[in-house]
């Protein structure tokens, strides 16, 4: 054999070689790339895939190699399932994130990732991010999406055909429920005390607002100035227990899906409502609706709404999939989510700086409030967590409000046993003032 011919069989054999190896590379490669990166979401808020279906298809037209997929657990189940999975490294890649306590807690454990930096941030306000971040508001761990607020939803047929106007002052509102009964075909209030929180979130933190004075109020419970028994939030309670003579047959045992039933069934007049109830009345109820705001006692000189800063989303610092997940959270962070999200969650009002028109009348019904008169949070939610064993503030409405809609603490005794449990554990300090002047910014 030649050298000539040797050196051409040496070539070829060599880029034999390197196309074998070229093609085992490449067959490496492409599955991985193929596969890509899987998120998964932990919520509470099973009833949402179809909303995250068209999110997730959105964020996959500019990130098509990051699966998303949202696994949600009943909103009961939620908080235990999601500790349980934390603590034994099972939870998923983002975690969605109830505000203040809870979510504080994850982060202070280190299972949440601190995101202050995260691109995108500078979306949101400091009140927008505060339910959400360290008491200082310097350190920022889930991205806030959307805000609920509280009002009252009622069948607009019924008021129409018997000539009922929506309450201007809270005098008006109980004139009103009086002629609801007293035309008889109706429930005047659907609202029920089984499950507790019912009375409590669309009942005292609906209507207090604008008989505590708002945020000041609040701000009064965390530094010390203000107390549960004092003038203001006793009207509160005093307000609320006037509730009963309205409420359905048998509301002691009346469940909060059995509430909506009954409005949504034509029994019931008026339904104390979260926003959040907007969309899932509209799919069901087969008459017209309108929404009055919480009606303020004549004497008030302001207006103030419930706006709950409710959800948002955080990375789970055992995630494998850090830098995937900051890419999803930043598109959280954005415009086109805050859009798509509030336009296919009517109720669920976005957080970001953004100029967001909605679709559904109701939705912007309520969301004028916000324009209208100012906005408070929940009184206990700015609360510290108590010691262990000790029953938290929000759990003791329940249960004293339970007790005063059914007849059994009046206002006064509710307002003097709210405070006393509060004071057996809750020392207002400089921690909790600052917290206190940062919410309301």
């Known amino acids: 054999m030649s050298n000539r011919n040797g050196a051409t069989i040496t070539k070829l054999i060599k880029a034999l070689v390197i196309a074998v190896v070229a093609f085992g590379t490449l067959q490496l490669v492409i599955p991985t790339r193929a596969q890509g990166t899987t998120l998964i979401i932990e919520s509470w808020r099973a009833g949402d895939e179809s909303v995250w279906d068209t999110i997730i298809a959105d964020f996959n037209k500019k990130t098509p190699d990051i699966t998303v997929k949202f696994q949600p657990t009943k909103p009961d189940q939620y908080n235990g399932a999601l500790s349980a999975k934390l603590s034994s490294g099972t939870a998923g890649d983002i975690i969605t994130c109830r505000p203040f ?35 200082d508001d310097k350190t920022t761990f889930c991205v806030p999406m959307a805000s609920v607020l509280h009002g009252f939803i009622y069948n607009k047929d019924y008021f129409d055909k018997n000539g009922f106007k929506e309450p201007q002052t809270y005098e008006d509102f109980l004139a009103l429920l009086d002629k609801i009964k007293a035309e008889g075909s109706m429930t005047p209030l659907a609202v029920g005390v089984k499950d507790g929180w019912a009375e409590q979130s669309m009942g005292f933190d609906n209507i207090g607002p604008n008989f505590w004075g708002g945020q000041p109020g609040v701000d009064g419970l965390l530094n010390g100035t203000r107390k549960y028994n004092d003038p203001g939030f006793l009207a ?6 006037k509730w009963s003579p309205y409420l359905g047959t048998g509301f002691e045992a009346e469940t909060y899906t059995d509430s909506q039933n ?13 926003s959040w109830e907007i969309s899932g009345f509209e799919q069901n109820a087969s008459f017209k609706m309108g929404a009055f705001k919480a009606p303020p006692p004549a004497s008030a000189k302001d207006c103030f709404v419930s706006n709950e800063i409710d959800i948002a989303v955080g990375l789970n610092a055992a995630s494998k999939n850090q830098d995937a ?26 957080l970001g700086n953004f100029k967001i028109t909605l679709d559904d009348p109701l939705g912007n019904t309520f969301l004028g409030w916000t324009q209208q008169c100012g906005s408070t949070l929940r009184s206990s939610y700015l609360l510290p967590a108590p010691p262990k064993g000790t029953t938290d503030a929000e759990t003791d409405l329940w249960n004293v409000n339970t007790q005063l809609l059914s007849g059994k603490l009046t206002p006064k005794a509710a307002a003097d046993k709210i405070q006393s449990d ?12 600052t917290m206190a002047a940062t919410a309301a910014k």
Request: aromatic residues 16%; without cysteine; negative net charge.
């Open 262 to 274: 009954l409005f949504t069934g034509g029994k019931a007049a008026i339904f104390p409502a979260g």
């Open 236 to 241: 509160t309670f005093d307000a609320l227990s």
């Open 101 to 135: 306590t809870l979510s504080l807690d994850m982060f202070t454990k280190g299972q949440l990732t601190d995101l202050t930096s995260l691109p995108g941030m500078e979306n949101f306000s400091t009140f927008a991010k505060h339910a959400w971040s360290t008491p």
């Open 325 to 350: 997940a900051k890419k999803f959270l930043s598109y959280v962070a954005t415009q086109d989510f805050e859009t798509l999200y509030s336009k296919g969650l009517p109720g669920f009002f976005p």
């Open 422 to 433: 509060l004071d057996s554990w809750f020392h207002p300090a400089g921690a909790a003032a």
